[in-house]
């Protein structure tokens, strides 16, 4: 019974994990920029959220995450990341600037709301017993139900609009793209804008079962990272996909190692791909 209340808890994890990868593969595949600050992104969404609900305001609160998140990942596209590209900057710079700014919205959180743990309660975090030893609560359900949503939707809007189909020539050929008379710049900002309004609904979730403090974000960039390259770099299905596995894989190994270990699981599945897969899941191999 213990492994199945893991399983579980591991696939309610794993949908989060899910949404916060999709979100960053898609702006890696789409523009080759390594967010490394894709993570903040996801903290400033929670704590937003956190905020607008202790003074009651859930909704306005949801909103304001996606927003936040948005305005974000516009922010470091247009402000940080454009301009070292203007400059041909080479993929460390990028890394090295997405990381300080990591690191000092980390320090801005924890001095504004706090270091520590912080949550919200609601009652669809009320664990109730569906089958003998086996405990579910309500926001399970809405986790499953809101990562489906959100991915059939990013799904039929990359296949099925004008925009969704442009965003994923810009992963391929830029420069046709601007021979057809798009701006790869305005692509861009749309890849940053979708993926990161991903990771709002996941923070969100996350206040409410887990609970948020300054420095999830980092779990948040590292899982993404590992995900995309176990689901196939370029792959969001992959990369959803190994979320979802690596949620899993953290769950189920609290019955075998101490809770301190169970996020080195993720990363031995990480390894494991990259010695024996490298192309990952859905990826395709290289040869030369």
Same mark, same amino acid.
């Given at each position: 019974? &213990? ?17 916060? =990868?999709?979100?960053?593969? %898609? ?48 922010? #470091? ?8 590209? $203007? ?10 600037? +997405? ?13 504004? +709301?706090? $270091? ?6 609601? @009652?669809? @975090? #009320? /664990? ?27 799904? +039929? ?12 020539? !810009?992963?391929?050929?830029?420069? &046709?793209?601007? +021979?057809?008379?798009? @701006? ?30 300054? /420095?999830?974000?980092?779990?948040? #960039?590292?899982? @993404? #990272? ?19 596995? !690596?949620?899993? =894989? ?17 990363? %031995? ?15 395709? /191999?290289?040869?030369?």
């Amino acid at each position: 019974m &213990l492994f199945l209340q893991l399983l579980l808890q591991g696939i309610q994890t794993g949908a989060l994990y899910a949404l916060t =990868a999709a979100g960053f593969a %898609l702006i890696f595949g789409a523009t080759r920029i390594f967010h490394f600050a894709h993570g903040t992104a996801f903290t400033i969404a929670g704590y937003v959220f956190l905020a607008c609900w202790r003074i009651d305001q859930p909704v306005l609160g949801a909103l304001a995450a996606i927003a936040a998140a948005v305005l974000f990942g516009l922010g #470091m596209e247009r402000f940080v990341y454009r301009p070292i590209q $203007r400059h041909e900057g080479s993929f460390f710079t990028v890394f090295v600037a +997405a990381f300080g700014v990591a690191v000092v919205v980390q320090n801005l959180v924890g001095m504004i +709301a706090g $270091r520590g743990f912080a949550s919200v309660d609601t @009652s669809l @975090s #009320m /664990a109730e017993e569906v089958l003998p030893e086996i405990f579910l609560a309500p926001i399970f359900w809405v986790a499953i139900s809101v990562a489906v949503v959100l991915f059939a939707a990013l799904s +039929a809007f990359l296949t099925r609009t004008h925009a969704g189909v442009a965003l994923r020539a !810009l992963a391929q050929n830029p420069d &046709l793209l601007r +021979a057809y008379g798009l @701006s790869s710049n305005r692509l861009s900002m749309l890849a940053f804008a979708v993926g990161s309004a991903m990771v709002a609904p996941a923070a969100i979730l996350t206040a409410m079962t887990t609970g948020l403090n300054e /420095a999830v974000g980092h779990h948040v #960039m590292l899982i @993404s #990272m590992a995900a995309t390259i176990v689901g196939g770099v370029g792959s969001l299905r992959g990369a959803a996909l190994a979320g979802l596995m !690596l949620g899993v =894989a953290e769950s189920v190994a609290l019955q075998f190692v101490d809770t301190q270990w169970a996020e080195g699981v993720s990363f %031995l599945v990480l390894f494991a791909f990259i010695i024996f897969r490298p192309s990952g899941i859905f990826g395709v /191999a290289q040869t030369r």
